[in-house]
């Protein structure tokens, strides 16, 4: 993986975390007061999080994870880059799918759909490999 990919990637997982503050606030309103943050197997909530705490702490979540992809690819050697920079965008396309389910429910009570978690994962793969890519062939 190219330097120019890799700073490409840092810059996409920090915009990741701006664009879901800026969606977060955009839907704050709409949002209910408590918002279920955990469902049973079958589906039903079971725990809830105030309104701004969840935005608070999904916002951070994300921020955080940016923050420790940005350093981990500043000191993993070049060997391990590539995996390390795959591993963390799949699961960080896993965590904002999750995030993204759990508002769908609370704006309209439609069940979690786990095929878009894993959705938002895959894309958020071929989104590197395509970066990946595009970055080798410029050299």
Known sequence: MTATSRRILVVLAWACAGCWLIY???LRSQLPADVAIQFSTDGDPNLWLGR?????????LIAVDA???HRM???VG????????YVFFLFYGGVIGVFWEVLAFNLSNSPIQWMWIGTFAVVSGLIT????????MSK
């Open 73 to 75: 690819v500043s000191q």
């Open 78 to 85: 070049d060997a391990l880059t590539s995996v390390v920079v």
């Open 24 to 26: 977060c606030l955009m």
């Open 52 to 60: 701004e705490m969840f935005i608070l702490i999904t916002v951070l």
């Open 67 to 69: 923050g420790i992809f």
């Open 129 to 136: 490999l395509v970066v990946d890519m595009a970055g080798r």
